[in-house]
C-alpha cells in the first residue's frame, strides 16, 4: 500500500531518537494537524489517559488523551499532534491494526508512524532511520537498510532548528540534497 501522506520513522535500536525526531517533525508542522502513531509489539500494562478505540485478536488500538506523562505517546500529544493513536500488535496483525487505525484518519491528513515493522507493508512519502552509536537493544534492520531511506542520529537533530522535511501536494519530501 503506498501512502504518501505517512512518514514512517524506525531506529536502530532503543534510545536511537525515534520518539525525539517524532516529536520534532511534529512541532515543526504542527499547524498541519499531524497525526502521530506508535506501533509496539510489546503488550505491556496499559496506563491511564489510553482510551481503547479497537480490540481483535492480535491487537488492540489506543487514543492517548494525556499529555503530561513522559510515556512517548503522550510526548506526541504534548508536541502538537492533533491525534495520537497506540497499537499493540503481534506481527500477523500489525498489518490489519493499520488499516483500522487509518479508518479513523481523514485522507490527505500527515501521519508520522513511529514503526519499524510497518514500513514491511507499507510504503511511505518518507522513511526516516534513526542511528545511534549505542550497542545495548540493537535491533536487526538490515533489510530495511535496503529500501530508500534518509539516516540522522541525536547529534543531527540537536544541531537542527529544522528537519530537513516537507509535507507538500499531500506528500512528505525529503529537502536534502539528493534525495
Request: proline share 6%; aromatic share 8%; charged share 25%.
Amino acid at each position: 500500500m503506498k501512502l504518501p501522506n505517512l512518514l514512517i520513522i524506525a531506529g536502530t535500536g532503543n534510545k536511537s531518537g525515534k520518539t525525539s525526531m517524532v516529536c520534532r517533525i511534529i512541532g515543526q508542522f504542527r499547524p498541519l494537524g499531524i497525526v502521530s502513531v506508535k506501533i509496539t509489539p510489546h503488550f505491556h500494562e496499559t496506563t491511564p489517559g489510553l482510551v481503547l478505540i479497537a480490540e481483535k485478536k492480535g491487537y488492540s488500538i489506543y487514543e492517548e488523551t494525556d499529555r503530561s506523562t513522559t510515556k512517548d505517546t503522550s510526548r506526541m500529544l504534548k508536541a502538537g499532534a492533533s491525534r495520537v493513536y497506540f497499537a499493540k500488535v503481534t506481527d500477523n496483525s500489525l498489518d490489519e491494526a493499520f488499516k483500522e487505525i487509518m479508518i479513523k484518519i481523514q485522507d490527505g491528513t500527515p501521519i508520522v508512524c513511529e514503526s519499524p515493522a510497518l514500513r514491511h507493508y507499507t510504503e511511505p512519502g518518507l522513511f526516516i532511520i534513526m542511528t545511534s552509536p549505542l550497542k545495548d537493544n540493537q535491533k536487526d534492520i538490515r533489510v530495511l537498510l535496503d529500501l530508500p531511506h534518509l539516516e540522522f542520529n541525536m547529534d543531527f537533530l540537536a544541531s537542527k532548528r529544522d528537519i530537513p522535511v516537507s509535507f507538500n501536494d499531500g506528500k512528505w519530501i525529503s529537502l536534502q540534497n539528493g534525495n
